[in-house]
């Protein structure tokens, strides 16, 4: 297979001070399949459209492949067959069938309009029409942002029986499954980097901690140095201030061997300032790579009663459609609840509902007029404005919320940018940050980790694993999942 080749790779953003890439040079094998991580706001999905071509650069990005992008735009009243006919002319039916096979795909949803898929269907035809394509290499952007569960063990399988591809995905378990070379932004460098992501991360782990071990060590040397360099200091200005003193048994001092003296103990302090100063900028050349994740806070209240809420019975419906049907669970203080269930099993329908957005159903909803609650919807749609309009449309601190979305690797010169600016990442990281502002006695989040960041989703483990909140949520990313959830509710 041929290779792609960036060399010295350089970019910024019109109007930016700062290069999202600069000077980066690395070889990438196009029979890889090869999966992408880095902080939001890093420059994975640009890099995606540098090797499109539809940025300019300056450098080099050498390549005979053809790139395609995933996810991309269809006509909706074209059928599954006839996309990826359009896509891979010579794909034949046999072939269709197979794919679709493979990726657990109905085969009368071949041959329906597109619209009418759901968003995990659609998001595997797409795929399969790009993966018949002969002498592509594709770029696979956050394909699990729709997919259940079951849907990304699906996918992943599907992944990892094919060759040449870039991967950008933040679902650890579902890069460990489907990637085999990893391809990682960190502050200041990049990584290229043989095996999948849990391998990778154990591999940087320890660089890291080497690193902070030199660090130490670089610390302790500085301050040694800095007491030196005070006490030669001090003996050169006492030996100086010697020079204009009394007589010593009716002689006057020898100012000459006492300036040489004064001088020799001044090139010794300078000597070790010199070595202090060299140590710290040797210092601050470690650490460069490593990204620190500041622990959050949270401020959940405490509510009057164990219970804080129960459905019994419950069933939403859209004229003939059943969104959900006979839910049944309580919600207990300290509870931290795994909705699950396929798509469109009515997860979100639920969370509407406890959230008072939906008032029409069958069943029994006891919920107490005094529970406070904050809400994460699934969606990013509608945010826009400036971040401090924001804190004082939701009555939150904005001190805070910046501060929170600091930890979360926001810049302080994306506070300046309109929120419908931001990428989908920091758009969820807004929603998140906010919602941690809040206080309150049940935490409600809709799919809260779609587009963030490793880092941040571990970050956000931790502070519920400490702060105890009670919420229940929607997430398809198992080890998220497997970590914080309590218990679960299946629908």
Avoid at 93 to 105: V, Y
Avoid at 376 to 391: K, M, V
Avoid at 448 to 467: A, G, H, K, V, W
Wanted: aromatic share 8%.
């Amino acid at each position: 297979m041929s290779a792609i080749n960036v060399k010295n790779l350089t970019f910024a953003y019109e109007g930016s001070y700062d290069n999202i890439f600069e000077n980066v040079s690395f070889i990438i094998d196009s029979s890889w399949r090869l999966g992408f991580t880095g902080r939001n706001g890093r420059g994975k999905t640009t890099f995606l459209k540098l090797l499109m071509g539809q940025l300019e650069y300056s450098g080099q990005i050498e390549s005979q492949m053809d790139f395609e992008y995933f996810p991309y735009q269809v006509d909706p009243d074209m059928t599954p067959r006839e996309i990826i006919k359009s896509k891979s002319s010579n794909a034949e039916d046999w072939q269709i069938a197979i794919e679709a096979q493979r990726l657990k795909l109905d085969s009368a949803a071949l041959d329906r309009p597109f619209s009418t898929l759901s968003n995990g269907e659609g998001t595997k035809v797409l795929l399969a029409a790009l993966f018949l394509r002969e002498n592509s290499f594709l770029l696979i952007d956050e394909p699990t942002n729709h997919l259940d569960a079951e849907g990304r063990k699906t996918l992943a399988a599907y992944l990892a029986s094919q060759r040449g591809f870039i991967l950008v995905s933040h679902d650890r378990a579902f890069l460990d499954a489907s990637v085999d070379h990893i391809l990682a932004i960190n502050k200041k460098s990049i990584d290229v980097f043989k095996g999948n992501y849990s391998t990778w991360q154990r591999e940087k782990d320890n660089r890291d901690n080497l690193e902070m071990a030199q660090n130490a060590r670089h610390k302790k040397e500085i301050s040694r140095l800095e007491e030196a360099s005070k006490r030669a200091s001090a003996w050169s200005d006492k030996v100086e201030k010697s020079k204009k003193g009394t007589l010593n048994s009716g002689l006057r001092p020898d100012r000459g061997y006492i300036g040489h003296k004064s001088a020799k103990m001044m090139q010794r302090s300078k000597n070790i300032e010199r070595r202090r100063q060299e140590h710290i900028e040797e210092k601050s050349a470690l650490l460069k790579d490593i990204d620190r994740a500041d622990s959050l806070k949270l401020s959940p209240l405490s509510f009057y009663t164990d219970k804080l809420l129960e459905l019994e019975g419950v069933t939403v419906s859209y004229g003939e459609h059943t969104a959900c049907q006979n839910v049944s669970f309580d919600i207990r203080s300290g509870d931290r609840i795994a909705l699950r269930g396929p798509n469109g099993s009515g997860k979100s329908t639920v969370l509407k509902l406890i959230c008072g957005e939906i008032t029409e159903y069958t069943g029994k909803l006891i919920k107490s007029s005094r529970l406070e609650i904050s809400y994460i919807p699934q969606t990013t749609a509608g945010l826009s404005g400036n971040l401090r309009d924001y804190a004082e449309k939701w009555k939150i601190d904005e001190s805070l919320f910046k501060t929170i979305l600091r930890k979360l690797d926001f810049s302080r010169e994306q506070f300046e940018k309109d929120i419908s600016d931001f990428s989908e990442g920091q758009k969820k990281k807004v929603l998140l940050s906010r919602s941690l502002c809040q206080e309150a006695h049940l935490y409600i989040w809709d799919e809260p980790l779609n587009y963030i960041d490793i880092l941040s989703r571990m970050q956000i483990e931790e502070l519920l694993l400490e702060y105890h909140p009670t919420i229940i949520f929607v997430e398809h990313d198992g080890v998220f999942c497997e970590k914080i959830a309590t218990k679960e509710i299946i629908l």
